[in-house]
């Protein structure tokens, strides 16, 4: 793997962690999510799982633009840095009651799927060029 392949997926999961935590401290900002370190309910956190999708699925599809070749695979490499970081989130998060348990679990498995959609959307796109 080269320079700029690494770059791809770094360029990836930094603009799906910077965008989704800008996102994230909006939402308490706005009294929408409660105070930082207090839990969150099912339903914002089905809230949160949806904006996440919408960021990964661009991150993704920015992963896919920036690879110097094969862009599916690129982006499926950043869908498995997705699941290490969402089994990490899992295991940091497990004891601290911040919300559903069920919700870093779905970050872990939604990693591969969600970023294979941001692949897939950029090779449609390159190949309607």
């Known amino acids: 793997m080269n320079m700029k392949s ?5 360029a990836g999961v ?3 962690i910077i965008v989704t935590t800008l996102v994230d401290i909006v939402l308490h900002v706005t009294g ?11 339903g914002l956190a089905v809230l949160a799982l949806s904006y ?3 960021i990964s699925v661009g ?3 920015l992963t896919a633009r920036l690879a110097p070749g094969s ?9 498995c840095v997705g699941i290490v970081l969402g089994l990490v989130g899992v295991v940091v998060t497990w004891n601290l009651g911040l919300g559903p348990r069920w919700y870093p679990f779905s970050l872990a498995v939604l990693a591969i799927p ?5 692949g897939k959307i950029y090779e449609l796109q390159a190949s309607q060029r």
Do not use: K
């Open 6 to 10: 690494v770059w791809a997926i770094v």
């Open 14 to 16: 930094l603009v799906i």
């Open 59 to 61: 991150g993704a599809w």
């Open 114 to 118: 969600q970023c294979w959609l941001g």
């Open 71 to 79: 862009p599916m695979e690129h982006a499926v490499i950043l869908g």
């Open 52 to 54: 996440r999708i919408v």
């Open 32 to 42: 929408v999510f409660p105070p930082m370190q207090q839990p969150i309910s099912n």
